[in-house]
């Protein structure tokens, strides 16, 4: 910049000074290279020349001549000098010193001479300079460049010169690359001044566990799913430079008789488990010893190499002193309810868990393990189950109890798993600070040193005087670099706990508890009811209740952005589907609450109308629209065929709302769910700049992100009303595995039959019976809007989830998901037998809600099926066979031949239940009998009664609704059906009935996957992300088997961490000093 100016030396300033950071890079290398070359230098008359050119440059900067007496186009050839020169330096030879000598003393010629104006004016006031060239700067200290603070303030210098070319030094690995952007964002933000870590406020970290992954084992990561695909096969193409770094590491001829386990812990930092959500947590207490240790020693030790480990036995004291006061300053409880069962349990799985569980309260001494245990004691003579809250720690070779405290019951059987998991353990929990973590969470060592700041938030005093009782972090979301779906959970998921929690929190002071990890006043919350509600049901979604109780109890809540922690999610169709439902089912129970009820009556009005938008108000929105896409088609369905929309379009009036219509078809953008999206493409603009989110944005368009959430708005809105209706809420666990494995269609269709295929069936039906009998209105525009948005919300609910299934399109899946669907809908059920293998035993479990269901939900669930009657008492008067006769009478003719449709279909029924298939006369008599009297009244009405072909196809669209309406009428009634002997054929009936919608979904999945493009233009969209990453997808989804020691090709090095894969088994009891005081690490 400077080497082409011609401006004027406040010009040049002002240039500079417009970059706050650039202008403190200028001053430090030109303070530091002054700083080195009089340190080095041990001749008088040297030091006082290079004294003198630095007093030259500091009097032109003051008279501003600086541009007059210096000239810019000479300092290239100065900083290449100069690079050379710090270089020799840095390597620290003796050998060298002759080459410093003459590097040295070109840099003084090119001041002198290139750059000064008067250079050789100069000179000749110094007369003792007039020497020869070579006995300048002979005498120099090359010692000085061993000690630690001149290596250091080298090694910075020489970085700020080449930075251009450092560069190439940039890590290639893209989580490195992103751990390192944030890191360095982040300490230019504005966070509180840390305090000494012995005036830190202390905390804890609670993280509740039930049985989850612990560490893949050798065999999980070998054992070939039915697609060939094994786990440890999967990470190495997903991951393939971290697994060639991995390898490299391995090289080490002391690791090698514990590779097999350290390939398991390679595998398990890389998948949601918790000896990854274990070894982050511990990061704050390495963290905290790295800092304290730092306090003791002070910075004079440091800079002579105290952390070298040749002087650590001398400052062995320093060590322990750090240690206990990270101990004193950071718990970490990890509260398994399950683990005293573990231990007792002779099942292999759970005794392995159990031992990987020891293990790591045997590595980490921090680490401490609540759970509850279930003993017999003898009481009066009596024997009784006496229940305690037990809190253990890793000693030696076992586990050794530390409290047990005596609960009046079973907590996790009166309350909520999850949150009476977190409250039995709360007690065992220390310091001013508590922070709750999940198992899908882990946590970076270099965002561990900002602890100390955030803890400082919760003595700032905010609006009204009050201090923070809830702190919000930032998350990032490392589950989406893999599928195009997960891409689009993870922007939806970042941007709501990034700007949209930043907004919940200021200005609209509406932010609440919403998961991990929040820190909590622990003081705060442990005298008002704990961290979470456990109540049965009613606080199926516990986290949130917290911060209904803090804000209800006058407490303040805040977010943070510049700290960060990892979380995985869902990546998966089903899985996101899952979590979705079971988010829906929570804030239908919220909205029940008296929670939601207090908060509605305390807030004031603006504040009220934010907390309703940004909890239960989301998702009755979604339940109002859809229920508003009903009333319009059904609505629109009567219009049609009662005769009104003929006579309001022969109006002359109607012709003068064009403008009307133009502004109703503007609701197609809202139901494409485009602004859905909106937060996403927010959120991306204030990170990567709004070309990249307008980029990003056409890519989800088309990689059917659209699709997705429209989609996602039928599941809210189905459970969220469900819930309502029936209550009930149970836990859907999710699973937390990878992504790139094939759903079959029967699980696509246990799951999503009466959430969404019913209901797109149903939206498809009233579409088509209105463009057979609306042709007088085909030609507006409105009408293409809407129509053409309810056809794509009809879609969406029916095909979603086969377009994001991998190997959806499949020709050979094809089939076998086929006999599969077969072989599933046609087992009968019974005792011990699962949904997935039954249809039978499914369908009892899909009608469970029903049992507990109150009164009231029975009898709205009827008066809604009651509109399936609809379409049989418009479509009748319609058919030739009536000839026009809009009599009563039509309509009950045809519920008599309604009733002989069932009447047939029950006589079949007991006919397979009487004969069986082994009276083969009594069946093909009953076969011929029923094919004679169905062809004697065809041709009667063919010929008697004008019935056309039309009339066929029309009643099937007629009387098809009504069966099903009487299914959905019978379902409440269940017990009294089952006493007429009537819950059979119900049964029968529905069977038929998802037969049918199945065979018509399965169709065109079939017929797509006769043609290979299709299975390839899915694979390219939904795996998108990865192919622009460069990884085989293919291979995946083809099985391509990996050798597990077989290195891909080699890439850029992986972001590293203190606790590398490279430390030692805790089996073998190995300590080292690099566990305590981690050594320089690359990130």
Same mark, same amino acid.
């Given at each position: 910049?400077?080497?082409?100016?011609?401006?004027s030396?406040?010009?040049?300033?002002?240039k500079?000074?417009?970059?706050?950071y650039m202008?403190?890079?200028v001053?430090?290398?030109?303070?530091?290279?002054?700083?080195?070359?009089?340190?080095?230098?041990?001749?008088?008359?040297?030091k006082?020349?290079?004294?003198?050119?630095?007093?030259?440059?500091?009097?032109?900067?003051?008279?501003?001549?600086?541009?007059?007496?210096?000239?810019?186009?000479?300092?290239?050839?100065?900083?290449?000098?100069?690079?050379?020169?710090?270089?020799?330096?840095?390597?620290?030879?003796?050998?060298?010193?002759?080459?410093?000598?003459?590097?040295?003393?070109?840099?003084?010629?090119?001041?002198?001479?290139?750059?000064?104006?008067?250079?050789?004016?100069?000179?000749?006031?110094?007369?003792?300079?007039?020497?020869?060239r070579?006995?300048m700067?002979?005498?120099?200290?090359?010692?000085l460049?061993?000690?630690?603070?001149?290596?250091?303030?080298?090694?910075?210098?020489?970085?700020?010169?080449?930075?251009?070319?450092?560069?190439?030094?940039?890590?290639?690995?893209?989580?490195?690359q992103?751990?390192?952007?944030?890191?360095?964002n982040?300490?230019?933000?504005?966070?509180?001044?840390?305090?000494?870590?012995?005036?830190m406020?202390?905390?804890?970290?609670?993280?509740?566990?039930?049985?989850?992954?612990?560490?893949?084992?050798?065999?999980?990561l070998?054992?070939?799913?039915?697609?060939?695909?094994?786990i440890?096969?999967y990470?190495?193409?997903?991951?393939?430079?971290?697994?060639v770094?991995?390898?490299?590491?391995?090289?080490?001829?002391?690791?090698?008789?514990?590779?097999?386990e350290?390939?398991?812990?390679w595998?398990?930092?890389?998948?949601?488990?918790?000896?990854?959500?274990?070894?982050?947590?511990?990061?704050?207490?390495?963290a905290?010893?790295?800092q304290?240790?730092?306090?003791?020693?002070?910075d004079?030790?440091?800079?002579?190499g105290?952390?070298?480990?040749?002087?650590?036995?001398?400052?062995?004291?320093?060590?322990?002193?750090?240690?206990?006061?990270?101990?004193?300053?950071?718990t970490?409880?990890?509260?398994?309810?399950?683990?005293?069962?573990?231990?007792?349990?002779?099942?292999?799985?759970?005794?392995?868990?159990?031992?990987n569980?020891l293990?790591?309260?045997?590595?980490?001494?921090?680490?401490?393990?609540?759970?509850i245990?279930?003993?017999?004691?003898?009481?009066?003579?009596?024997?009784?189950?006496?229940?305690?809250?037990?809190?253990?720690?890793?000693?030696e070779?076992?586990?050794?109890?530390?409290?047990?405290?005596?609960?009046?019951?079973?907590?996790?059987v009166?309350?909520?798993?999850?949150?009476?998991?977190?409250?039995?353990?709360?007690?065992?929990?220390r310091?001013?600070?508590?922070?709750?973590?999940?198992?899908?969470q882990?946590?970076?060592?270099?965002?561990?040193?900002?602890?100390?700041?955030?803890?400082?938030?919760?003595?700032?005093?905010?609006?009204?005087?009050?201090?923070?009782?809830?702190?919000?972090?930032?998350e990032h979301?490392?589950?989406?670099?893999?599928?195009?779906?997960?891409?689009?959970?993870?922007?939806?998921?970042?941007?709501?706990?990034?700007?949209?929690?930043?907004?919940?929190?200021?200005?609209?002071?509406?932010?609440?508890?919403?998961?991990h990890?929040?820190?909590?006043?622990?003081?705060?919350?442990?005298?008002?009811?704990g961290?979470?509600?456990?109540?049965k049901?009613?606080?199926?979604?516990?986290?949130?209740?917290?911060?209904?109780?803090?804000?209800?109890?006058?407490g303040?809540?805040?977010?943070?952005?510049?700290?960060?922690?990892?979380?995985?999610?869902?990546?998966?169709?089903?899985?996101?589907?899952?979590?979705?439902?079971?988010?829906?089912n929570?804030?239908?129970e919220? !909205?029940?609450?008296?929670? #939601?009820?207090?908060?509605?009556?305390?807030? /004031?009005? %603006? *504040? $009220?109308l @934010?907390?309703?938008?940004?909890?239960?108000g989301?998702?009755?929105s979604?339940?109002?629209t859809?229920?508003?896409v009903?009333?319009?088609l059904y609505?629109?369905?009567y219009?049609?065929?009662s005769?009104?929309?003929?006579?309001?379009?022969d109006?002359?009036?109607?012709?003068?709302?064009?403008?009307?219509?133009?502004?109703?078809?503007t609701?197609?953008?809202?139901?494409?769910?485009?602004?859905?999206?909106?937060?996403?493409?927010?959120?991306?603009?204030?990170?990567?700049?709004f070309?990249?989110a307008?980029?990003?944005?056409?890519?989800?368009?088309?990689q059917?992100?659209?699709?997705?959430?429209?989609?996602?708005?039928?599941?809210?809105?189905?459970?969220?009303?469900?819930?309502?209706?029936?209550g009930?809420?149970?836990?859907?666990? !999710?699973?937390?595995?990878? #992504?790139?494995?094939h759903?079959?269609?029967? /699980?696509? %269709? *246990? $799951?999503? @039959?009466?959430?969404?295929f019913v209901?797109?069936?149903?939206?498809?039906i009233?579409?088509?019976?209105?463009?057979?009998?609306?042709?007088?209105y085909?030609?507006?525009?409105?009408?293409?809007?809407?129509t053409?948005?309810m056809?794509?919300?009809?879609?969406?609910w029916?095909?979603?989830?086969?377009?994001?299934n991998?190997?959806?399109?499949?020709?050979?899946?094809?089939l076998?998901?086929?006999k599969?669907?077969?072989?599933?809908i046609?087992?009968?059920?019974?005792?011990?037998?699962?949904?997935?293998?039954?249809?039978?035993?499914?369908?009892?479990?899909?009608?469970?809600?029903?049992?507990?269901?109150?009164?009231?939900g029975?009898?709205?669930?009827?008066?809604?099926?009651?509109?399936f009657?609809?379409?049989?008492?418009g479509?009748v008067?319609?058919?030739?066979i009536t000839?026009?006769?809009?009599d009563?009478?039509?309509f009950?003719?045809?519920?008599?031949?309604?009733i002989?449709?069932?009447?047939?279909?029950?006589?079949?029924?007991?006919?397979?239940?009487?004969?069986?298939?082994?009276?083969?006369?009594?069946?093909?008599?009953?076969?011929?009998?029923?094919?004679?009297?169905?062809?004697?009244?065809?041709?009667?009405?063919?010929?008697a009664f004008?019935?056309t072909?039309?009339?066929?196809f029309?009643?099937i669209?007629a009387?098809?609704p009504?069966?099903?309406?009487?299914?959905?009428?019978a379902?409440?009634w269940?017990?009294?059906?089952?006493?007429?002997?009537?819950?059979d054929?119900?049964?029968?009936?529905?069977?038929?009935?998802?037969?049918?919608?199945?065979?018509?979904?399965?169709?065109p999945i079939?017929?797509?996957?006769?043609?290979?493009?299709?299975?390839?233009?899915?694979?390219?969209?939904?795996?998108?992300?990865?192919?622009?990453?460069?990884?085989?997808?293919?291979?995946?989804?083809?099985g391509?088997?990996?050798?597990?020691?077989?290195?891909?090709?080699?890439?850029?090095?992986?972001?590293d961490?203190?606790?590398?894969?490279?430390?030692?088994?805790?089996?073998?009891?190995?300590?080292?000093?690099?566990?305590?005081?981690?050594?320089?690490?690359?990130?």
């Amino acid at each position: 910049m400077a080497k082409d100016f011609n401006g004027s030396d406040d010009d040049l300033c002002k240039k500079i000074r417009s970059d706050a950071y650039m202008s403190s890079a200028v001053v430090e290398c030109y303070e530091s290279v002054k700083d080195i070359i009089l340190n080095l230098l041990r001749d008088e008359e040297d030091k006082l020349l290079v004294s003198r050119i630095s007093a030259k440059i500091g009097r032109s900067l003051r008279d501003e001549t600086f541009v007059k007496e210096f000239k810019m186009s000479g300092l290239p050839s100065l900083i290449d000098k100069l690079v050379k020169f710090l270089t020799l330096l840095q390597s620290a030879n003796a050998k060298r010193k002759s080459q410093i000598v003459n590097v040295l003393q070109d840099v003084v010629e090119i001041i002198v001479h290139d750059i000064m104006v008067d250079g050789h004016l100069f000179l000749s006031t110094h007369q003792q300079y007039h020497v020869k060239r070579r006995e300048m700067f002979v005498k120099i200290d090359t010692s000085l460049s061993r000690k630690r603070s001149v290596t250091g303030k080298i090694t910075r210098l020489l970085l700020l010169l080449t930075v251009n070319k450092s560069a190439a030094n940039v890590p290639k690995n893209l989580e490195a690359q992103r751990r390192i952007i944030f890191f360095t964002n982040s300490l230019f933000m504005n966070m509180p001044k840390a305090p000494k870590v012995r005036d830190m406020l202390s905390f804890s970290v609670l993280t509740p566990y039930f049985k989850e992954d612990i560490v893949y084992t050798d065999e999980e990561l070998n054992k070939e799913n039915e697609d060939g695909i094994s786990i440890l096969s999967y990470l190495t193409m997903i991951y393939p430079d971290e697994w060639v770094n991995f390898n490299e590491r391995l090289k080490n001829d002391h690791l090698e008789k514990d590779k097999e386990e350290l390939i398991c812990r390679w595998a398990s930092y890389r998948g949601q488990t918790l000896y990854r959500t274990v070894r982050g947590m511990m990061y704050y207490w390495q963290a905290l010893i790295l800092q304290c240790f730092i306090e003791f020693a002070g910075d004079t030790a440091l800079s002579e190499g105290f952390r070298t480990e040749d002087v650590y036995n001398k400052n062995k004291k320093f060590l322990e002193d750090a240690q206990a006061m990270a101990d004193l300053k950071f718990t970490y409880v990890l509260s398994c309810q399950v683990y005293g069962d573990l231990k007792k349990s002779k099942n292999e799985r759970d005794k392995s868990c159990y031992i990987n569980i020891l293990g790591l309260m045997l590595t980490h001494s921090s680490l401490r393990v609540a759970y509850i245990d279930e003993i017999e004691e003898t009481k009066d003579g009596k024997s009784q189950k006496v229940y305690y809250s037990v809190l253990v720690k890793g000693r030696e070779k076992y586990d050794e109890e530390i409290y047990r405290i005596k609960l009046p019951g079973p907590p996790t059987v009166i309350g909520e798993g999850k949150p009476e998991n977190q409250n039995h353990a709360i007690i065992f929990t220390r310091g001013e600070a508590l922070q709750t973590r999940d198992m899908n969470q882990e946590n970076y060592y270099e965002e561990s040193f900002k602890m100390r700041n955030v803890l400082e938030e919760f003595q700032k005093v905010h609006t009204g005087q009050r201090k923070p009782t809830i702190l919000g972090i930032r998350e990032h979301l490392f589950t989406g670099s893999v599928s195009s779906l997960a891409w689009f959970r993870s922007n939806q998921e970042t941007s709501f706990v990034t700007i949209g929690q930043r907004i919940l929190a200021n200005p609209l002071r509406v932010r609440f508890h919403y998961g991990h990890p929040d820190i909590f006043d622990r003081i705060f919350h442990i005298t008002r009811g704990g961290i979470s509600k456990a109540s049965k049901v009613i606080n199926f979604s516990e986290d949130i209740f917290a911060g209904f109780n803090s804000t209800l109890r006058q407490g303040f809540i805040t977010h943070h952005e510049y700290i960060q922690v990892g979380k995985g999610n869902d990546a998966g169709m089903n899985p996101i589907s899952l979590f979705e439902a079971k988010d829906a089912n929570g804030n239908g129970e919220q !909205t029940l609450s008296r929670d #939601v009820y207090r908060l509605g009556q305390q807030l /004031d009005f %603006y *504040r $009220m109308l @934010s907390f309703y938008f940004t909890t239960v108000g989301i998702y009755f929105s979604s339940m109002v629209t859809v229920l508003i896409v009903y009333v319009f088609l059904y609505g629109r369905l009567y219009m049609v065929l009662s005769g009104v929309e003929r006579e309001i379009l022969d109006s002359p009036n109607i012709h003068k709302s064009k403008a009307f219509e133009e502004a109703m078809g503007t609701q197609f953008v809202v139901q494409l769910g485009l602004l859905l999206v909106l937060p996403m493409i927010m959120e991306i603009g204030l990170e990567k700049g709004f070309r990249a989110a307008l980029g990003d944005f056409i890519i989800m368009q088309l990689q059917l992100a659209s699709v997705f959430f429209t989609f996602q708005l039928g599941t809210k809105a189905h459970y969220y009303g469900r819930t309502l209706l029936h209550g009930g809420s149970k836990y859907r666990p !999710t699973g937390r595995g990878f #992504v790139v494995f094939h759903a079959k269609f029967a /699980d696509n %269709y *246990r $799951m999503y @039959s009466r959430s969404h295929f019913v209901k797109g069936l149903e939206i498809l039906i009233l579409l088509i019976v209105y463009e057979v009998y609306g042709e007088s209105y085909h030609s507006s525009n409105l009408n293409l809007f809407i129509t053409s948005s309810m056809w794509f919300l009809a879609t969406s609910w029916l095909f979603a989830p086969f377009l994001f299934n991998p190997s959806g399109f499949d020709w050979r899946k094809t089939l076998d998901d086929w006999k599969d669907w077969k072989q599933w809908i046609g087992k009968s059920g019974g005792i011990g037998i699962s949904p997935d293998k039954s249809w039978e035993r499914w369908w009892d479990e899909e009608n469970e809600h029903l049992k507990y269901s109150n009164i009231r939900g029975k009898i709205i669930e009827i008066i809604l099926a009651f509109r399936f009657f609809i379409y049989q008492y418009g479509i009748v008067y319609h058919m030739d066979i009536t000839h026009h006769n809009n009599d009563l009478l039509v309509f009950g003719l045809s519920w008599a031949v309604f009733i002989i449709i069932l009447i047939v279909l029950k006589m079949e029924s007991v006919r397979r239940q009487k004969f069986g298939s082994d009276i083969q006369l009594m069946f093909r008599i009953f076969k011929a009998v029923r094919f004679l009297c169905l062809l004697s009244v065809m041709i009667v009405l063919f010929v008697a009664f004008g019935l056309t072909i039309s009339d066929f196809f029309t009643a099937i669209i007629a009387f098809t609704p009504s069966g099903w309406a009487i299914i959905q009428i019978a379902r409440p009634w269940r017990i009294c059906l089952k006493g007429a002997r009537l819950w059979d054929t119900v049964k029968e009936l529905s069977r038929a009935y998802d037969y049918v919608m199945g065979l018509i979904i399965f169709t065109p999945i079939f017929i797509l996957s006769r043609f290979t493009f299709v299975s390839v233009i899915q694979t390219r969209l939904l795996f998108s992300q990865a192919f622009s990453r460069g990884l085989s997808i293919s291979k995946i989804l083809a099985g391509n088997k990996h050798d597990k020691y077989t290195q891909p090709e080699d890439y850029s090095s992986e972001p590293d961490s203190p606790e590398s894969p490279l430390t030692l088994s805790w089996k073998t009891r190995i300590k080292q000093i690099d566990t305590v005081i981690p050594k320089k690490r690359h990130l």
